[in-house]
């Protein structure tokens, strides 16, 4: 990430030489009661308010003002279209073509539209695979699709459990299991980065072994959306869904994103739950009966979005757009998580264990195992010192330095408060 021969090796030589240093000014940081910056780890969950998106909302305020109906067609950004003015920029970072991308609905909304077109069992091949500690929203997305086609989740829904002992899956384990139930695997459903370990999933590999068994595949990346450098395209799963208010910091319960390989993208005739903005735009407001889908992911849409919330994902885009999209923040991540991992090792080792596998994602899980005080308060004391991160039972605290607007001199006072806090 540096031009700089020599690697730097303290936290403020690493920030001096971040060439993405300067978009944190592009950010609100949220404030401790002493006026002074919160130290913000938790863009995994509500990633922050971009200071351009105040703007772009009060364009699409004043343009209703103004215009009323008609700024539908009029306006720099009539709201007919709108959803397409995020398409590229969403669709860059994470490596898929425009045709297969749309923003829409929300993510649990999506996985089930997704499910509908995607999961269509038959006597034989019935089953979803999902991991044991999938997200629950999804658990019960996935059950309720089985029980709604008449099956048994006891019969058709098989859960990966990562070995005894272990806390995350291993890919080989996932992989055995596909090879395995193949015969009667209809959908797996994976995450790109688990949300509680923070474990990044081999998006291409799984891919690669449920396409060869004939399964068909999709994924969540709600934690990996803005996180990961991915390449949808290229790795071919079937679908996937994101929402964009964590590390796309589009605003609380802002609306998601949804992928379509093209191949299916293109395939009007694939079955699907329909609504008329999915439908052909030339012929759309002749108001006919007859549903023609849009042969691309927008086909899957159902209703004209919300405009207010669409104008704030712009805001947060542009400012990925302009720091250069998932490369340099992915460069960033590996040296802020290496640095993180580097300092907890040599002054917390007894005392926090991290959960997350080495790998490209930004949060670390840390397992509080000092025996003196619980993971509950070393929590509290975070949170009463500025330390924004948050909490997973039974013993768990999720950090994430987020690349956009985190830096390293924030890691290392995290450590530095961590030992205070530990005595
Ligand atoms: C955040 C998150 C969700 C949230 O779903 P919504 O439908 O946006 O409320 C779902 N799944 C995973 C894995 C998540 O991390």
Redo the contacts with the bound molecule.
């Keep these: 990430m540096t031009n700089s021969t020599q690697a730097p090796t303290t936290a403020a030589e690493w920030d001096a030489l971040d060439p993405l240093a300067k978009f944190r000014s592009e950010f609100h940081i949220p404030l401790q009661d002493d006026g002074s910056p919160q130290v913000y780890f938790v863009g995994n969950?509500l990633g922050l308010q971009p200071v351009k998106t105040a703007e772009l909302l009060n364009e699409e305020l004043e343009n209703w003002r103004r215009l009323g109906v008609r700024g539908h067609f009029t306006g720099r950004f009539p709201w007919m279209p709108y959803h397409e003015f995020l398409t590229s920029a969403m669709a860059f970072l994470v490596g898929a073509r425009d045709e297969e991308v749309v923003m829409m609905n929300?993510?649990?909304?999506?996985?089930h539209l997704m499910m509908a077109t995607f999961y269509r069992p038959d006597d034989r091949k019935r089953k979803i695979l999902i991991e044991s500690h999938?997200?629950?929203?999804?658990h019960y997305a996935v059950e309720s699709q089985i029980r709604w086609h008449g099956l048994d989740p006891r019969d058709a829904l098989i859960v990966v459990e990562p070995e005894y002992g272990q806390t995350t899956l291993e890919m080989d384990q996932v992989v055995k299991v596909i090879r395995r139930e193949a015969n009667e695997l209809a959908l797996v459903l994976l995450?790109g980065v688990?949300?509680y370990t923070g474990q990044v999933f081999d998006i291409e590999r799984l891919t690669d072994e449920a396409h060869h068994h004939g399964v068909t595949i999709g994924f969540?990346l709600?934690?990996a959306a803005g996180n990961l450098r991915m390449h949808l395209h290229q790795w071919r799963p079937d679908f996937a869904?994101w929402?964009s208010?964590?590390y796309l910091n589009g605003g609380p319960?802002s609306v998601?994103g949804c992928f379509v390989h093209k191949r299916h993208a293109a395939n009007t005739n694939l079955p699907r739950l329909a609504g008329w903005w999915g439908h052909d735009k030339q012929s759309r407001f002749r108001m006919e009966t007859v549903f023609e889908p849009i042969p691309t992911a927008e086909g899957w849409q159902l209703s004209n979005p919300p405009i207010l919330s669409l104008a704030a994902i712009r805001a947060s885009l542009d400012v990925f757009r302009r720091a250069g999209g998932m490369e340099p923040l992915a460069d960033k991540t590996r040296a802020m998580t290496s640095f993180f991992r580097k300092l907890l090792r040599e002054r917390l080792s007894g005392r926090i264990e991290i959960i997350t596998p080495e790998g490209p994602g930004c949060q670390l899980s840390l397992r509080v195992i000092d025996p003196k005080i619980s993971g509950r308060q070393v929590k509290e004391q975070l949170d009463l010192s500025g330390f924004a991160t948050d909490w997973r039972e039974p013993n768990v605290i999720r950090a994430a330095p987020v690349p956009l607007y985190n830096q390293f001199q924030e890691i290392e006072r995290f450590v530095n408060r961590l030992v205070e806090i530990f005595g």
């Excluded at 929300?106 to 996985?111: D, E, F, H, P, Q």
């Design positions: 969950s929300s993510l649990t909304a999506n996985l999938a997200f629950p929203s999804d995450p688990q949300y969540d709600a934690h869904v929402c208010y964590k319960g998601g």
